[in-house]
């Protein structure tokens, strides 16, 4: 069985809060038990909008990795690693920007978005109009077929099928390309070649696309072709040209519920975040002094929990019954604001419990961690060279 891969690289911006675990992190737990799992620190790409700060990335970098661990990724199961630690990204980035239009690159939203954004730096950069497209070297190398990202990144993910387009319609015509796909069809076997041919022609003459995804489960399941002839086989399908790049799909991630402290998105920027290891003492500090209805500025005030962000994270950490107690209590000034935040509170120390447990070991033998990315730097790097060998034989890169 050809397993799905998936791959999700995360930009090492310090410590995570719960935002992260919330929005990403929670769904890449779910993810290392279905599929094989690639996720990486994405420094280079911290570094196309931080080059003037590159000190602390190491530290963030080092941070993130443990705090992945502290939530549950389980280095067994999913491969972890540092983008820049696989210069085979790199040189697939290269090699894709020779055939990448410039405007394709300037019209993602995201780069207009950012440059507004973040308008105290100057991204008028080479590095930093090229994001994308490192980003789409980061999910082709792995030829990951399933990369979850939050609405904001779909159209990398769309560019990113573009591009892999592109590159198999220029370079993916080899000579004898048919006749190496008719021996490839051989290496099916009797029965299921003769399918894939019929399914094919089906295709091919009369359009039935669901001949067409039928095909392409049969070949899903083939256990036996090499690498080159099952891109021959996908490639056949359709044309005359080999698939060597694989075009990717979004797995659109719901945005997260987990406000900040003060109802706003939770993000470092703002300063509201709750970090996924804050000390009991700092969470505890920081629920009890966060804003609640401004309505209430004395205990026997009635409230509106919709004025309120302690309201938002009962939302994400209470049950209905508690819900009801809040309503009633507080639109009755029925309970004190204090009163009200326990549950929460009790509820966000009960979810970091294990996960300061699992952060200790790392914490306090780094060994560990850095071992776990050597591991997986290595794993992925050999991942990535199969990849990059097929890509330089396409481009007549690979002298002999
Ligand atoms: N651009 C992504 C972000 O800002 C991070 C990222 C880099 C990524 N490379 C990736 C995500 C490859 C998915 C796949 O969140
Ligand atoms: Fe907010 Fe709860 Fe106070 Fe109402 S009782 S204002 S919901 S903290």
Not at 93 to 113: A, C, F, N, V
Not at 283 to 296: E, G, L, Q, W
Not at 333 to 359: N, S, T
Request: with cysteine; hydrophobic share 35%; net charge neutral.
């Amino acid at each position: 069985m050809f397993v799905d891969r998936v791959l999700s690289g995360m930009r090492p911006t310090g410590s995570l809060h719960l935002g992260h675990y919330h929005g990403v992190l929670k769904n890449w737990l779910a993810l290392q038990h279905q599929y094989e799992c690639l996720f990486f620190a994405a420094d280079w790409h911290a570094l196309t909008t931080h080059y003037d700060t590159p000190d602390v990335i190491e530290q963030h970098v080092w941070d993130m990795v443990i705090d992945w661990l502290a939530a549950g990724v389980d280095p067994t199961r999913a491969t972890l690693f540092i983008q820049s630690r696989v210069p085979e990204h790199a040189e697939l980035h290269l090699l894709l920007s020779m055939i990448t239009p410039l405007s394709w690159l300037e019209r993602i939203p995201t780069y207009k978005d950012q440059q507004e954004k973040l308008r105290d730096r100057d991204l008028a950069t080479y590095g930093f109009l090229g994001y994308p497209l490192l980003q789409s070297a980061d999910v082709l190398i792995y030829r990951a077929n399933r990369i979850p990202v939050g609405e904001d990144q779909v159209p990398h993910i769309e560019f990113t099928r573009e591009i892999a387009r592109r590159f198999n319609h220029i370079f993916g015509r080899e000579q004898d390309f048919v006749q190496k796909a008719e021996a490839a069809v051989k290496q099916l076997g009797v029965k299921k070649g003769k399918l894939y041919t019929e399914l094919r022609t089906r295709y091919q003459e009369r359009g039935d696309t669901q001949a067409l995804a039928s095909a392409n489960a049969l070949l899903d399941e083939q256990q036996n072709l090499s690498v080159g002839d099952r891109e021959r086989l996908y490639g056949y399908l359709e044309g005359e040209g080999k698939v060597i790049l694989t075009e990717p799909k979004a797995l659109l991630t719901a945005a997260s519920k987990m406000p900040g402290l003060d109802g706003q998105k939770m993000s470092k920027s703002y300063d509201n975040t709750i970090a996924l290891r804050d000390s009991i003492e700092s969470v505890t500090k920081k629920i009890r002094t966060m804003p609640t209805d401004p309505a209430r500025v004395r205990r026997s005030d009635p409230g509106e929990p919709e004025k309120c962000p302690v309201w938002q994270f009962h939302q994400v950490y209470s049950t209905d019954k508690t819900k009801d107690w809040v309503r009633q209590g507080c639109t009755t000034a029925g309970i004190g604001c204090l009163e009200c935040k326990q549950p929460v509170l009790d509820a966000i120390l009960e979810e970091q419990k294990p996960m300061r447990e699992r952060a200790q070991i790392y914490v306090e033998d780094p060994a560990l961690t850095r071992n776990i990315i050597a591991e997986g730097c290595e794993k992925a790097r050999k991942m990535a060279s199969d990849t990059l060998r097929d890509v330089k034989a396409a481009m007549k890169l690979s002298y002999s």
